[in-house]
């Protein structure tokens, strides 16, 4: 199998009033089909969900060290701030990418990591790579050890609450169903079931959007969403521009995007209300993940609703408050 460039960690978070981007991703295959086996005694665990603007922190400890991670279902895998962490390998080979899509070859730091602790959950002997992530905590004045990426936690059913600023990692029996009766999808009977996909190292989810088929990811690192510059007339139409910023990624090479808000815009037959949004193309990014993008969601649109997401049933259940 092909080494695959993801574009993204990536660009959403920062343009909006740093003109910034996350990190350009360097994602391997092995390591997003990889998943680390979670280990801790509990059937539920609720954990807090601290802010950095949009970003959602949960506090996390590698190898005896302790502090905030990016919950980010946008990247595959653990990655680590390389301003704190020791590169303890080389993979020599990924391909980097940036805003053009694919680029020249770069050699990526990695790292195992002995043990990471969630509160009570915790793995052994985690691959995670290295990538600055300064501009980040300037940005936000916080200091951030990396992220928590998507395949950490494809053994639970996540219930993310982002107003009530809470996270709970449910564990599954056999079929795929929630062991503690606590789980919001064993209480309620009112949620609306979206199916989804996440073989491709993000969230994929395919609906219908102001009843034209699209094809979302779900990035919970991001602080706006995206919507690409080649979607409808008709989702286009929800737009309002507000300005034009130029988004900076990580090889220096710049690209001016469109940002605005989605104004009660209808996804999967469920009305959504203002969501900050900017507008591209996302076509280098298709690329990267090998499936056709038309948008990403982000932190304006987890908000707007309790998001539990199940891996082994492949749904995403959304609750109103």
Same mark, same amino acid.
């Given at each position: 199998?092909?080494?695959?460039?993801?574009?993204?960690?990536?660009?959403?978070?920062?343009?909006?009033?740093?003109?910034?981007?996350?990190?350009?991703?360097?994602?391997?295959?092995?390591?997003?089909?990889?998943?680390?086996?979670?280990? #801790?005694?509990?059937?539920? @665990?609720?954990?807090?969900?601290?802010?950095?603007?949009?970003?959602?922190?949960?506090?996390?400890?590698?190898? %005896?060290? /302790? #502090?905030?991670?990016?919950?980010?279902?946008? *990247?595959?895998?653990?990655?680590?701030?390389?301003?704190?962490?020791?590169?303890? %390998?080389?993979?020599?080979?990924?391909?980097?990418?940036?805003?053009? #899509?694919?680029?020249?070859?770069?050699?990526?730091?990695?790292?195992?990591?002995?043990?990471?602790?969630?509160?009570?959950?915790? $793995?052994?002997?985690?691959?995670?790579?290295?990538?600055?992530?300064?501009?980040?905590?300037?940005?936000?004045?916080?200091?951030?050890?990396?992220?928590?990426?998507?395949? @950490?936690?494809?053994? $639970?059913?996540?219930?993310?609450?982002?107003?009530?600023?809470?996270?709970?990692?449910? /564990?599954?029996?056999?079929?795929?169903?929630?062991?503690?009766?606590? *789980?919001?999808?064993?209480?309620?009977?009112?949620?609306?079931?979206?199916?989804?996909?996440?073989?491709?190292?993000?969230?994929?989810?395919?609906?219908?959007?102001?009843?034209? /088929?699209?094809?979302?990811?779900?990035?919970?690192?991001?602080?706006?969403?995206?919507?690409?510059?080649?979607?409808?007339?008709?989702?286009?139409?929800?737009?309002?521009?507000?300005?034009?910023?130029?988004?900076?990624?990580?090889?220096?090479?710049?690209?001016?995007?469109? /940002? %605005?808000?989605?104004?009660?815009?209808?996804?999967?037959?469920?009305?959504?209300?203002?969501?900050?949004?900017?507008?591209?193309?996302?076509?280098?990014?298709?690329?990267?993940?090998?499936?056709?993008?038309? %948008?990403?969601?982000?932190?304006?649109?987890?908000?707007?609703?309790?998001?539990?997401?199940?891996?082994?049933?492949?749904?995403?259940? @959304?609750?109103?408050?």
């Amino acid at each position: 199998m092909k080494y695959l460039s993801i574009y993204c960690l990536l660009l959403m978070a920062h343009c909006a009033l740093a003109e910034e981007a996350k990190p350009a991703g360097y994602y391997t295959f092995r390591q997003i089909v990889a998943t680390p086996k979670p280990q #801790g005694d509990f059937t539920s @665990l609720k954990l807090p969900v601290f802010r950095a603007g949009q970003l959602l922190l949960i506090e996390a400890d590698v190898d %005896g060290q /302790k #502090g905030f991670f990016i919950f980010d279902t946008g *990247a595959p895998y653990l990655i680590l701030n390389e301003t704190y962490f020791r590169q303890t %390998g080389l993979n020599k080979d990924r391909i980097a990418g940036d805003l053009q #899509g694919q680029n020249e070859e770069d050699y990526i730091a990695t790292r195992m990591v002995h043990r990471l602790q969630i509160n009570d959950l915790y $793995f052994e002997n985690v691959d995670a790579d290295i990538v600055s992530l300064g501009h980040i905590e300037n940005k936000r004045g916080i200091k951030i050890l990396g992220l928590l990426g998507l395949n @950490l936690f494809t053994s $639970f059913e996540l219930e993310l609450d982002v107003v009530q600023r809470q996270l709970y990692l449910h /564990k599954l029996n056999g079929r795929g169903s929630c062991i503690s009766d606590s *789980a919001l999808t064993r209480r309620r009977t009112d949620g609306v079931a979206w199916d989804m996909d996440w073989s491709s190292g993000i969230i994929k989810l395919i609906t219908a959007c102001e009843n034209h /088929k699209m094809c979302f990811g779900i990035d919970s690192g991001a602080e706006l969403n995206i919507l690409n510059s080649e979607a409808h007339d008709d989702v286009l139409d929800k737009f309002v521009i507000s300005r034009t910023v130029n988004v900076v990624g990580t090889h220096g090479e710049t690209d001016e995007v469109i /940002k %605005g808000t989605m104004e009660y815009v209808n996804i999967g037959g469920e009305s959504f209300e203002s969501m900050n949004t900017i507008v591209m193309n996302l076509e280098p990014m298709s690329e990267s993940y090998g499936i056709n993008l038309d %948008g990403m969601l982000g932190y304006e649109f987890l908000k707007q609703r309790i998001v539990c997401i199940n891996f082994t049933k492949n749904t995403i259940t @959304l609750y109103k408050r």
